[in-house]
């Protein structure tokens, strides 16, 4: 499997705020860009998911910004809240392929 | 909304005994695959399924590994002879096929090796 790298680890935000996560990759051939959820017990949920052909995506208050030429991608939460609570990874692949999971990052929301 | 369901949710097995974790994939969908999640570390691809044939698969699936999709709704991870380091997160999914179709994630079964 391909490389991905998740950036931070863990994160702590306090409700209302900001929750900025980011991944890069080495695999020019991947052609979509996925972020996952999970909660403890429960397995990976997609959230969001971008192709390459748009540089933003926005769901709600999840939103994607895509940089094809520095191979990156992060998942911007707006008004984070104690609900978003969980383990977030970023998960490329190629035209529906084996995903390639980074390492997860556990994010709190604090009240 | 339709849910890839797994059982067991954990299965405790001896070291060298064979293992069957279990699977119900969504029913319209036609790729399968699993995942591996050993505790503290990333989720880690095995294997897809297609069309009754492995259409893809890491260097984890080794020999000891085989699945099957012995009827219509059932999908099965076979591990031959359990290793301790089999101890795990066992995922399954399941897509509609095509790059822009999500796949679909079950509970998982965690697998304890003794």
């Known amino acids: 499997q391909q490389q991905v790298k998740q950036s931070p680890q863990s994160l702590i935000v306090q409700k209302g705020g900001i929750s900025i996560i980011n991944c890069a990759y080495e695999n020019t051939a991947f052609d979509y860009f996925p972020w996952y959820q999970q909660f403890p017990g429960k397995g990976p949920a997609l959230l969001i998911a971008i192709r390459p052909d748009v540089s933003e995506k926005k769901e709600g208050r999840f939103t994607i910004s895509f940089n094809k030429s520095a191979k990156q991608f992060s998942l911007h939460i707006m008004d984070s809240q104690p609900g978003d609570s969980a383990t977030y990874f970023c998960a490329p692949s190629h035209s529906g392929y084996a995903l390639n999971f980074g390492k997860g990052t556990s994010l709190l929301v604090t009240p | 909304e339709p849910e890839v369901t797994q059982t067991p949710s954990h299965q405790v097995t001896q070291m060298g005994q064979e293992v069957i974790l279990r699977c119900v994939p969504i029913s319209n969908h036609l790729y399968f695959y699993w995942y591996r999640q050993i505790l503290g570390q990333k989720v880690e691809f095995l294997v897809s399924f297609y069309n009754n044939e492995i259409s893809e698969k890491s260097e984890i699936f080794d020999d000891q590994f085989s699945v099957e999709r012995p009827d219509g709704s059932n999908f099965t991870l076979k591990i031959r002879s359990t290793k301790l380091e089999d101890s795990a997160m066992y995922f399954c999914?399941?897509?509609?096929?095509?790059?822009?179709?999500?796949?679909?994630f079950g509970d998982g079964t965690r697998l304890s090796i003794l």
């Open positions: 999914a399941s897509s509609e096929g095509g790059a822009d179709q999500p796949q679909h």
